[in-house]
């Protein structure tokens, strides 16, 4: 059970969660605290079957071949079966091999292995503005999660460090509310110093675009993905986008944190982690498809209420939509690359400010950057060992 | 804006201030009459809604609670505009939010609503032993601004009830649309409803 992963040290790849302590209150299988005990007949339904048990197994097997030990492999395969690997992630990436394949798919693993000591040196000896702001978040984020509910408990310190690190390692972006449920959420499958390399990979854009135009001030990367939400919406559900438009709902009424948090907050978790595994292989756009599905699945509903009912509507959608098994199929039915592609030229069209786009919307980081001597950063100097920063001296 | 027909006003009103001041707190507890000592931190907006029985009205209040940080600014403009009402939260324990309180006030007397009735609420009231912002200060500052003052406690209700009730009076009444001579009614203190929390 990830939720009681206390090896904190690089992820091996026999990961193994030691032993469970026993909860004294009841958790389900992620950590959290069970809100209703009345689930009990549920739970038992849901015990695995031997057929289901041995299915289970013999899909481990095989991910486990797909990525070699400690991951050598994965490369190689990726490389010669591209498709194979997005189906058996687009299925759900096994949970005990999830944290490890997180990193491999993200390309962090590269980047804590060619910038040893830095994460160290971020979290001892640096001090960051952003402190005051991180303490006060730290015990409201994932506050049902046993990891993080401890006052100064193994959750809770982690998860300090790992915004305090990134609040140094990139000052103009410092802590952002919000960030915490992304680091939350990873710091259930890997270690602080592996979940920081995550957050870089994710911010910097190690393999996708970059994201840190989610957190930069005037949030211009949660406005450009609202802006194109809403412009799919009507697109593919005009009869809703345009129900939308007479109530004067906003995209960020109900959309804004799901950009800014990749769905990590407030969703169940099944599906939070569905969505990540994808995610960290295909890209933000899951997201879009995600929204565009949920919005489907409700579709005759919401085109009939009025404002006061269509917010909460779209802030709590109905448990049975939320079962990934259903939802995603759904989601990848929207095929929405192009779109957002055109979207997106669109929204810089209007938006000519350059100030607004640095570094939001640019294309991916170029490869060369993860080299080794670019990324690593001496030991004595940290300031500001972003790719942005070496980019600049580059260019 | 608040519209009315007879005696039914809807009415928009919007939570700023700094993050960690209690306002999600100072909602749940109105709505909700909870209050969670870890409230998790609010990403965007929340929007809650809840009908007060007045005297006079019953008047429907739509709740946007925003994320308070400065980061998210670019987003509450939305949320103020068109909002006939709204509380402006800080903690009494902390300086700094007294002083984000003071800009978000400037920023509504600028952007917002001209007739919006805001109120400033000093939360936290029951940490007396780490008051760093004092009652007279905050107050003194409320009047030169036009708004009401009260010192609140999401965690022991007091003064919950009463700063929402007392919005929910203020805001003007049912009037002809198109009557320049229109009387905004202005409250008495009969017209307190039920609440209970007024004794601090
Ligand atoms: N002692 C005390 N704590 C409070 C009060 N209101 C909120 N809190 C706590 O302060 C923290 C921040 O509250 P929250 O409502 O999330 O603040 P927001 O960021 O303004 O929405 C939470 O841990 C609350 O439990 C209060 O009246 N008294
Ligand atoms: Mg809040």
Excluded at chain 1, 106 to 134: C, F, H, K, W
Excluded at chain 1, 152 to 172: E, F, W
Excluded at chain 2, 110 to 138: F, I, S, W
Excluded at chain 2, 152 to 166: G, H, L, Q, R, W
Aim: net charge neutral.
């Amino acid at each position: 059970m990830a939720a009681n992963n206390t090896d904190r040290g690089t992820s091996s790849f026999d990961f193994d969660p030691g032993p469970v302590p026993a909860p004294s209150r009841p958790v389900d299988r992620f950590g959290f605290v069970k809100q209703d005990q009345s689930g009990s007949p549920d739970e038992l339904a849901k015990c695995k079957s031997v057929a289901e048990q041995e299915r289970d197994g013999r899909r481990i097997r095989k991910w486990r071949k797909m990525i070699g030990v400690d991951g050598s492999d994965w490369k190689h395969y990726v490389r010669r079966k591209p498709q194979v690997v997005k189906r058996r992630i687009r299925m759900g990436i096994p949970d005990c091999l999830r944290g490890l394949v997180w990193q491999l798919i993200s390309g962090s693993r590269d980047l804590l292995l060619m910038n040893p000591g830095v994460y160290e040196q971020l979290v001892i000896y640096e001090t960051s503005a952003s402190e005051m702001d991180i303490i006060r978040d730290i015990s409201r984020t994932f506050p049902s999660h046993i990891f993080f509910q401890q006052r100064h408990g193994l959750g809770q310190r982690s998860l300090y460090n790992v915004l305090k690190a990134y609040s140094v390692y990139d000052r103009d972006v410092g802590y952002v509310q919000g960030m915490g449920f992304v680091a939350g959420l990873l710091l259930l499958y890997m270690s602080e110093e592996d979940a920081f390399w995550l957050v870089v990979a994710l911010l910097k854009g190690a393999v996708h675009a970059p994201m840190e135009g989610l957190y930069q001030v005037g949030l211009p990367l949660v406005q450009q993905y609202l802006f194109q939400f809403e412009h799919l919406v009507k697109e593919y559900m005009p009869q809703l986008g345009e129900h939308f438009s007479e109530e004067m709902i906003n995209p960020s009424m109900y959309g804004s944190q799901w950009f800014i948090t990749v769905f990590s907050y407030s969703f169940p978790f099944p599906l939070v982690l569905r969505i990540w595994d994808i995610f960290l292989y295909e890209g933000i756009k899951i997201v879009f498809q995600v929204g565009l599905a949920l919005m489907r699945c409700c579709h005759d509903d919401l085109v009939k209420l009025p404002f006061e009912k269509l917010v909460p509507a779209l802030r709590n959608f109905p448990k049975d939509t939320l079962n990934p098994n259903m939802l995603l199929p759904l989601a990848f039915s929207f095929k929405v690359s192009k779109h957002l592609d055109e979207l997106q030229h669109e929204y810089e069209k209007r938006n000519k400010d350059p100030i607004h786009h640095e570094g939001s919307t640019s294309k991916s980081v170029d490869h060369k950057l993860l080299d080794k001597s670019v990324m690593k950063t001496q030991s004595h100097d940290i300031e500001k060992p972003t790719f942005t920063q070496e980019k600049k001296d580059q260019g | 804006m608040a519209t009315a027909g007879n005696s039914n006003i809807n009415a928009k009103l919007v939570l700023l201030g700094d993050m960690g001041a209690g306002k999600s707190s100072l909602v749940l507890r109105f709505v909700k009459g909870q209050f969670l000592e870890f409230q998790e931190s609010t990403i965007g907006a929340a929007f809650f809604s809840q009908t007060l029985a007045l005297s006079d009205a019953t008047v429907k209040l739509e709740i946007w609670d925003t994320a308070g940080q400065e980061r998210y600014h670019s987003l509450a403009p939305m949320y103020y505009r068109g909002a006939s009402a709204a509380i402006i939260a800080y903690d009494i324990t902390n300086t700094e939010s007294f002083e984000r309180a003071k800009k978000w006030v400037d920023e509504l007397q600028k952007q917002g609503n001209p007739n919006m009735v805001t109120a400033l609420a000093g939360n936290k009231a029951d940490l007396e032993e780490n008051r760093k912002v004092a009652a007279e200060e905050a107050k003194a500052y409320a009047e030169v601004n036009g708004l009401f003052f009260m010192e609140t406690s999401a965690k022991t209700a007091v003064n919950v009830n009463d700063i929402f009730y007392e919005i929910a009076r203020r805001l003007p009444r049912a009037q002809p649309a198109q009557n320049p001579g229109g009387m905004i009614l202005t409250n008495t203190p009969s017209e307190i409803a039920q609440s209970s929390n007024c004794c601090s």
